[in-house]
């Protein structure tokens, strides 16, 4: 029986599926919440709206400009070896997850590249709307990505009897992060559990191992 899709066709399928979902959930969010607001789905789930200067899950690890160029230049690295990889017959799995972490690569790209000159800025008294190009709140390459997802699974304090912390507010979980990081999160954590031999520096798979 033919397969309905080749491997290659199911990288850009999910590739493309990723940033559209992506992109659609960042813009309402972003033209239709002010920065901060905060919508209640259950008590572990929330749609917060914020913006981060850095990399997933908020982090910020030197300049902004860099950050950029660093996934910029990263994208085009995995765009390379995913297409190595489909031309070489690999799993389809190890693939899957490759396309999960670029598509969700280029997503913060997309971010961090444009939105800085298409929308004026998210405050707590403004809501943004796209403005023409150049009219934003920043620079080209450096545009703020939009997070959402807010999950404080668990909420509660330390109890007093533990040295240093005790009494303290506790969260459980409590980065905020959008569609994009979690794809990169699920690319890599099945990347990690069914394909962590591989990985493994001391470990040096044939070709045959991660092809079909």
């Not at 400009?65 to 389809?92: D, S």
């Not at 905020?176 to 493994?200: Q, R």
Request: aromatic share 16%; with cysteine; glycine share 8%.
């Amino acid at each position: 029986m033919k397969k309905l899709l080749t491997k290659g066709q199911l990288s850009v399928l999910i590739v493309f599926g990723v940033l559209i979902i992506d992109q659609i959930i960042k813009i309402l969010v972003k033209t239709n919440m002010y920065w901060h607001e905060s919508i209640r789905i259950t008590d572990w789930f929330y749609i917060y709206f914020t913006e981060n200067n850095g990399m997933a899950f908020g982090m910020e690890i030197f300049g902004k400009l860099f950050l950029t160029t660093f996934r910029i230049v990263a994208v085009g690295l995995i765009i390379w070896y995913l297409a190595k990889i489909v031309k070489q017959n690999y799993k389809t799995g190890y693939i899957v997850c490759i396309s999960l972490i670029l598509a969700g690569a280029i997503g913060n790209i997309i971010d961090s590249v444009f939105y800085g000159v298409i929308f004026n800025e998210s405050t707590h008294s403004t809501i943004a709307s796209f403005v023409p190009v150049g009219e934003g709140y920043s620079e080209w390459l450096h545009g703020k990505v939009v997070d959402m997802f807010y999950f404080p699974i668990i909420e509660t304090n330390w109890p007093e009897w533990i040295p240093g912390i005790g009494g303290e507010h506790f969260i459980f979980f409590s980065p905020i992060f959008n569609f994009a990081d979690a794809a990169i999160s699920c690319g890599i954590v099945a990347l990690l559990l069914f394909y962590g031999k591989y990985l493994n520096q001391n470990v040096h798979p044939s070709a045959e191992e991660l092809k079909e």
